[in-house]
């Protein structure tokens, strides 16, 4: 992929969080079900809604979804912590409450993760002498020049 945008990292980010909701959840060594499964006679499904279950992720989806959790570890670990839970759908208000942040704190460190993981893509290490204002104007300053 060419020049990444802060856009494409959360969109990527949501994707990889949607995948992981998807996957089947872990069990034990050894789980199973010793029940027989239950087949349902026409009379049964008379009047029913239809339940529509969503394909499972393909092996591409989840391959770009571990890559896309990878990226997390070039942030701090609270940040990391906060721009998944941004990802995974989390509201603002929990998000608060749960790091101890007000909503414009809270954002702009989202915004500062992002940014972060963005120029880390397009090859750049952002300094850390640099305020985390300059490296999120940055980082969309890159995506503007490339929607342009």
């Known amino acids: 992929m060419g020049e990444w945008t802060t856009a494409q990292v959360q969109d990527r980010l949501e994707l990889a969080a949607d995948v992981m909701r998807q996957l089947p959840g872990v069990m034990p060594q050894g789980y ?7 087949f349902h006679s026409f009379a049964d499904k008379v009047g029913q809604e239809p ?10 989806q989840i391959t770009q979804a571990e890559e896309a959790m990878l990226w997390l570890r070039w942030l701090e670990p609270e940040d990391g912590r906060l721009v998944w839970a941004r990802a ?9 409450w749960q790091f101890g942040l007000s909503r414009t704190a809270a954002t702009k460190r989202w915004q500062y993760g992002l940014a972060v993981i963005t120029w880390r893509l397009n090859g750049r290490v952002p300094s850390l002498r640099r305020s985390q204002q300059f490296v999120i104007e940055n980082a969309n300053r890159l995506s503007r020049k490339i929607v342009l």
């Not at 199973?32 to 239950?38: G, I, L, Q, R, T």
């Not at 995974?88 to 608060?96: E, L, Q, T």
């Open 32 to 38: 199973f079900n010793a029940w027989p499964e239950y």
């Open 88 to 96: 995974d759908g989390m509201a603002w208000k929990p998000i608060c």
């Open 51 to 60: 339940q529509m279950r969503r394909p499972r992720p393909s092996p591409r």
